[in-house]
Structure formats: structure tokens, C-alpha cells
């Protein structure tokens, strides 16, 4: 009774098509890794030089602050501009509500047969299935 699990097949044909969907058919041009891996190392070191600044700023704020609201009021108010800032980014960097149909060349009908099939045979599968339509449904 040594049935083989039809979980790896469903595995398989998603990850494939994931793959299908989103891969391009273009090769990279030549230099590209390299532009890549310095446009990487450029953006890292520009990031670390923006948040040396933001310590800098912050800290001059504090010693500033310190003789004016003393020594439990100046840590309140760089606490509270270090938050106003973290609230500012995340507003500005919020991914956009618009969701991209899925690719008509999908084969969902042997999906949905597929996942029928091993929710069938495993209720743990079922489990895992209300996870995944619950995180692919961004609730």
C-alpha cells in the first residue's frame, strides 16, 4: 500500500508555472552582473551614509533639547520625530492596491483538479490550503 503522494506533483506544476509566468525570455546583456553588483554596493553605501545622517541629526536634536525640556523631555521629542519619520516612509512607500490579473495561459482547471485530488486523500492538505488562500488573498 505504498501509494505515492500526489502533494509533490501539484508542487511541481505550481512552481512551474510560477516560473513560466515570470521569467523572461530575454538574456541578460553582457556587463550586467557587474552594473548590477556595483549599483548594489552604491546603494548600500548611500544607505549607510543617510542613516549616519539621521543618528547625527537626532543627536544634535537631543543635546539641543537637553537644557530647554531637560532629561525626560529631549529623548520624548527625538523619540517622537524618529517615529513622525517612520510613519512619513511607510505612508510614502506603500505598495499600490492595484493587484495584476493572473496569466491567462495558467492552467488553473488542473490545479484545482489537482489540489481536489490531494485534499482528498490529507486533511492536514486542507489546512495548508486555507493558509495559502488566506496569504494569497493579502488578508
Known sequence: MNNPSPLPKLISLAVSQALAAH?????????FLAKLGLS???????????????????AALWCFLLPHIGP?????IVAAVLLLIAI????????????????????VDA???EALVVFKKNK???LLGAVLAGLASGL
Open 72 to 76: 525626560v523631555g529631549a529623548p520624548l
Open 124 to 126: 492536514t492538505a486542507w
Open 88 to 107: 512619513i516612509t511607510l505612508v510614502a512607500l506603500r505598495p499600490h492596491q492595484a493587484k495584476a490579473a493572473p496569466p491567462a495561459a495558467l492552467p
Open 23 to 31: 521569467t523572461p525570455n530575454v538574456s541578460p546583456q553582457p556587463g
Open 40 to 58: 548594489l554596493v552604491a546603494t548600500l553605501v548611500a544607505a549607510l551614509c543617510v542613516i549616519a545622517a539621521l543618528a547625527c541629526t537626532m
Open 111 to 113: 490545479l484545482v483538479d
